[in-house]
């Protein structure tokens, strides 16, 4: 008797994501993982600690704290002001019709072109 292991939900993860989810939700969670890895990561990459972050934004270091783990939904201008000290603003630009796993953000920096950043 072979002893194959059987998951109750699916065998992964994207399973059941594909049956629990409509593609617009998955595009929007994907959408936000993007957003709060790209903070995390231009952060880490100045160097600087949430504390350091608050200090320069104004935004509370508990908040970022949250925002970095995914637990609150921050308002847009809470977003930009702590993009702001790291250098980064948001931009609007198409989307695919379809949407895709992993989204990618494009970022400006002062005094260059639009770049884009693939996320880590």
Known sequence: MSKTKVSPIGSS????????????EIMESDLRV??????????QDKGITQKQ??????VKQPVIAR????????QLMTILKILRPLGKTLAIVPIDAKP???????TFKKGSGLKQKPLR
Do not use: Q, Y
């Open 13 to 24: 993860w994207e399973d059941f994501e594909k049956r629990t989810f409509t593609p617009e």
């Open 34 to 43: 993007a957003l709060i890895s790209e903070l995390i990561h231009a952060r």
């Open 53 to 58: 972050l608050e200090e320069a934004s104004g």
């Open 67 to 74: 925002m970095e783990r995914g637990t609150t939904d921050p």
């Open 100 to 106: 895709h796993k992993r989204v990618n953000l494009k």
